[in-house]
């Protein structure tokens, strides 16, 4: 017997199966012990489905999807930048706040003053936010504390919220994200800094599940980025980066030679870095809500990375100054209409190319057997639709390892 069984459920798997949106029509979807026991035709289900489950659900034809996946946020920060929006509704850029004082190093002084309690409280109303819209799994950058204990703080504020909340977390370790002020004289001495005592610290309390940089002209060079990436392997990290946001350093090359996960933003990629990104199996991950809200024109060359086929996931990158945006449905619209992705292209970038971004792609992020059984049940008829509105509620009901949970 397995524990439980919707029937009556039109199925976006989002696996390959041939159909757009991997989808299986009247389908059926068994959950046992958290994991996707069966997943197919209802025509084929090896029995009455009440002999089959414990508990059987009738989706009334809704669809389900997979659990969606959040593969890039900054969820755990203290205070806010509206005065910076305002500033920048002035005329200031981002990259000229960055460099009077603003910017990161502003959330900075926030999240330094703030306690472990006080983050996990103000990053759980976005948590929330980004449940009631699917999301069951989210990635926490640190990168807000810049020096050992704030940076411990927030990977440890980040880690509590998966004790709290029915949502898997994975943590990266952001300590090349902006340079901190008193390390203003002394570049390499904070790189030295990161690399050989905050990545061992982090590595041996079991913190973080990668480690990424901001390599960036406000931010850092590829060869700090390279030292950083070489001390995330010397400690059996994964790494990320971000990478041609605003200006093309060849991180996302860079990246890929150092078999990265992913490489995120991808406003200014050439095509070499296209290149070295599908040699390596690096995906991009795409964030229309920074490029939206800094108004940038660059779109990222979608064609050149769907034609060598590097695949495509999308997040939130939910973040104070960039991105202060917690609607992952916001995404995928923002995604079609800024970089015209197709929606289905969209839903597999919060979904399936995702759960790769996170190195997850057998765990999460389509619906098949042995998978975790984490789904969502949505009151559309269409799958686009989850790309084409902006704001109605559409889940139905989210069921996290197996349960159905409340937001
Ligand atoms: N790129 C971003 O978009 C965010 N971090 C990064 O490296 C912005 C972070 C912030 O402005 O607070
Ligand atoms: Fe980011």
Redesign the pocket.
């Known amino acids: 017997m397995w524990d439980s069984l919707w029937v009556d459920a039109r199925l976006a798997t989002m696996a390959r199966n041939g159909a757009p949106y991997g989808a299986i029509l009247n389908g059926a979807i068994a959950a046992n012990d958290g994991r996707i026991a069966w997943v197919g035709a209802q025509a084929d289900l090896p029995g009455a489905p009440e002999s089959l489950a414990r508990e059987v659900f009738s989706a009334g034809g809704a669809w389900i999807t997979p659990g969606l996946v959040d593969c890039h946020t ?1 969820l755990v920060f203290a205070g806010n ?1 509206a005065r910076e929006f305002e500033l920048r509704l002035e005329g200031a850029s ?1 990259e000229e706040l960055a460099k009077a004082g603003g ?2 190093a502003s ?1 900075v002084a926030a999240t330094r003053m703030a306690s472990e309690s006080e983050l996990i409280e103000s990053a759980s109303g976005r948590l929330r936010a980004l449940m009631a819209q699917g999301v069951t799994s989210v990635e926490i950058k640190s ?2 504390g810049l020096d050992l204990e704030a940076e411990l703080k927030m990977l440890r504020a980040a880690r509590a919220l998966a004790n709290s909340y029915d949502v898997r977390v994975t943590t990266t370790f952001l300590g090349l ?1 902006a340079l901190p002020k008193e390390f203003a004289e002394d570049r390499e001495a904070y790189v030295d800094l990161v690399c050989d005592v905050m990545i061992p610290a982090v590595a041996s309390e079991g913190l973080a599940d990668a480690v990424d940089a ?1 390599c ?1 002209n406000i ?1 850092f060079t590829g060869e700090e980025t390279a030292r950083l990436f070489d001390a995330a392997r010397a400690y059996g990290l994964p790494v990320k980066l ?1 990478a041609e ?1 605003l200006s093309d350093q060849g991180g996302a090359a860079l990246a890929a030679q150092h078999g990265a996960l992913s490489a995120d ?1 991808l406003e200014w990629l050439d095509d070499e870095g296209v290149a070295a990104m599908a040699n390596a199996g690096t995906v991009a991950v795409l ?1 229309p809500g ?1 490029f939206y809200v800094l108004r940038e024109t660059r779109v990222p060359p979608v064609g050149k990375l769907r034609a060598a086929g590097v695949p495509i996931a999308l997040a939130s ?1 939910c ?5 202060p945006i917690a609607s992952p449905l916001a995404i995928l619209n923002m995604a079609c209409t800024l970089f015209r992705l197709t929606p289905e292209e969209a839903l597999a970038g919060m979904t399936r190319n995702g759960a790769r971004a996170l190195g997850l792609a057998d765990e999460i992020g389509t619906l098949e057997a042995g998978k975790a059984a984490d789904f969502v049940l949505w009151r559309i008829d269409d799958p686009a639709e989850l790309a084409y509105w902006i704001g109605p509620d559409l889940m139905v009901e989210r069921v996290f390892a197996g349960r159905r949970t409340l937001v």
């Open positions: 900054h930048r981002y910017g990161i959330t990168g807000y994200h901001f960036e931010g971000h946001q933003h964030l920074a990158d973040n104070p100054g960039t991105s």
